[in-house]
């Protein structure tokens, strides 16, 4: 027998993609860095509608079964729009494309450079990122062991609003907040609700995060201040006091998109936290949290200034947390194959 390999005769049969695979704290993130057309676009949310509209077969590809799962998400790569970006990046997930991601951001900073797409000496390096969200400034720095450390300033992020409170089928009165941290979250005490946070409790955290998502957009409008393609509920963040680190401050458990559940304990999710906390006077400014997933993975965050956004009373978050390369693929795809767009299971 001899080698078992596939050569340029029969790949050219197939429609394909590039991707580096990562996690970052547990959660996975697939970074897409071939086989999509150009995106046109003069602003990052006209790249994200473009794609929506004319390309969405390819999320559907890479995200989906058999090639993904419900719960992969990935980054496109583009190309930048303001000045002085570095590049673009469109957010993919099972149900569409969100404006922002903090995990993801954490990875790309990391991977750039340790591909050397980016150079990174001896001194920290900033990265400047389109998002759909804003500018994110991220920083890469080089660790005494020769590794990449990742941090971003986020985009302004601010409490929408405090001490609300909604009906649930099947869970009863639910109170909750509404925090902006790139993405708009409801705010959950897990405590309050005696829902354990735990993997063991998966099926149930993302039952329960779907029904308040549901409930909370059935009673509350959001209207982000700037651009109206933001202003949508995009999760449930249950946080609880039980942790596995007592050197950390809580536990978030986020459930988005359609059902997913982040293993990490979510970059736009901390962010969004740390504004409802400054918001009550719990956290300083500069004070820096560690806030831990469902899986043990751990982010730092703090909110390293106070800003007026457009009337909203905001901070600037600085989050922080680990990434790491598990994978480079290519994806194939023949026009004979009985599943071109994928499907999904839980």
């Known amino acids: ?35 999509y057309p150009d995106i046109p676009g003069d602003t990052m949310l006209a790249k994200r509608r473009y794609v929506k509209e004319k390309l969405d077969d390819c999320r559907r590809v890479l995200m989906y079964e058999p090639r993904g799962h419900a719960d992969m998400y990935g980054a496109l790569l583009t190309g930048p729009v303001t000045p002085g970006a570095d590049f673009g990046v469109l957010f993919l997930h099972n149900e569409g494309y969100s404006s922002m991601c903090g995990h993801a951001v954490l990875a790309l900073t990391k991977i ?162 740390i504004a409802l906390l400054r918001a009550r006077g719990e956290v300083a400014l500069g004070e820096t949290l560690h806030i831990e997933s469902i899986v043990g993975g751990c982010m730092g965050v703090s909110a390293t200034d106070s800003c007026d956004f457009y009337g909203k009373q905001a901070v600037i978050p600085r989050v922080s947390g680990r990434a790491f390369i598990t994978g480079e693929h290519r994806f194939l795809l023949h026009p004979d194959d009985i599943f071109p767009r994928g499907f999904l299971l839980r």
């Open 1 to 35: 027998m001899g080698p078992l390999t596939l050569n340029s005769e029969l790949l050219s049969q197939f429609r394909q993609f590039t991707c580096i695979d990562a996690h970052t704290e547990g959660e996975p993130l697939r970074i897409i860095t071939s086989g």
């Open 112 to 273: 750039v450079c340790e591909t050397g797409a980016l150079p990174l000496g001896a001194e920290p390096r900033e990265i400047r990122i389109d998002a759909p969200a804003g500018l994110i400034r991220a920083q890469a720095v080089r660790n005494a062991d020769g590794s990449v450390g990742a941090s971003f300033l986020n985009v302004p992020s601010w409490a929408e609003a405090l001490d609300l409170c909604v009906g649930v089928p099947g869970i009863g009165q639910v109170n909750f907040d509404i925090g902006f941290g790139g993405a708009y979250y409801a705010y959950v005490d897990a405590d309050e609700l005696d829902l354990d946070c735990s993997p063991d409790n998966s099926a149930r955290l993302i039952d329960w995060g779907r029904r308040i998502k549901q409930a909370v957009m059935g009673s509350f409008d959001l209207a982000h201040p700037l651009e109206p393609d933001l202003g949508f509920l995009y999760g449930t963040i249950f946080y609880s006091s039980r942790v596995s680190d007592g050197n950390n401050h809580s536990r978030h458990v986020c459930i988005f998109a359609d059902g997913e559940l982040d293993r990490s304990p979510t970059g736009t999710g901390v962010a969004g936290r």
